[in-house]
């Protein structure tokens, strides 16, 4: 029995393992993906805009060539920081449930707990922090044509769009940076946006950053970049999209590739399973939790990461800090 199962490896989960590491807690990391799988996920070559500061678990840790990392290189440093520090972490394996180990009536604090279930094995841990991420959970439009092949939910790379028809649907940062990267490496690019998400400089409204936004800017100048004030999208057919524009005209362009990236959710099912209570934050439903010790109104079952209000990765890494901090002698097994 584990002192402490973390699902996910990303920088919430890696700092928690590594904490509770130091603190002498029996830790094991359940990763559905690769170590830092979000970080993966980000198109290949990205410059991450964070300061070193806001990536590192130790300062001075992160080197990177420039003054910002790319993708690379912060992946690097997250696989490398697991492998050094020998954290306990299993990837590739998915958690299917979670459940607590006898009904709540039945417990003294001995015996409570929690049994986790892959495919293949079964754990038991006296505590749980969900760390998932919710890049697995993308939005989508719900208009007919979207589950056609030459359409993505996420963007990696630009170069097998070269010279090709280009639409990305987005309002955030990363509609921004696809419709930059491939705008500067000779896609024919659209950027369908509602016109509040492009005039929006409220970072709070999840607006494309002023990093990204500049060089948007300056490509619809080169005549490289095309934005479409978006209404609403109708349909997606090969070869062609159609458009309802902000006033309301129908447009339908010529078209070899659809990205829509419009957010994502988490998948809060485990929890809910488990009895934690969600609520609106700033992003959609998150678990409620005590911002101090990021436990929830389950006992023993913690948070942190993506679906929490703690959405960047400086504060992901905050809380997994924070929850081995936290973690009351009383919630963990007796020795």
Known sequence: ???????????????????????GLDCLVIEKGLI??????YPVGLTVFSTTNELEFNDGDLKPAREKPTREELLSYYVRFVLDNELNVLTETAVLRVEKKIPAKMQSRKEEGFKVYTETEEFEAANILFAIGAMDYPRKLNVPGEDLPHVYDHFRETYPWVKKKALIVGGGNSAG??????????AETTLAIFRENWE???????????????????????HCLNLFFLGKVIE?????VELESEKGDRVVLANDVVFVLIGSDAD????????????NGKAGEVPVYDPETFETNVPGVYV?????????IKGAIDAGQAVIRNLPAKHVKER
Request: net charge negative; charged share 20%.
């Open 177 to 186: 940076e696809a419709a930059l990267f491939l705008a500067q490496e000779g």
């Open 36 to 41: 830092g799988n979000t970080i993966y996920n």
């Open 200 to 222: 929006s400089t409220d970072p709070k409204q999840g607006c494309i950053k002023y990093w990204v936004k500049q060089p948007l800017e300056a490509e619809l100048n080169e």
């Open 1 to 23: 029995m584990y002192d402490l199962i973390i699902i996910g490896a990303g920088p919430a989960g890696i700092s928690a393992a590594y904490h509770a590491k130091q603190a």
């Open 236 to 240: 997606i057919r090969e070869g062609e």
């Open 268 to 279: 809060l099912s485990m929890m809910k399973g488990l009895g934690v209570e969600t609520e």
């Open 304 to 312: 942190a990461g993506h679906f929490t209000n703690q959405r960047h």
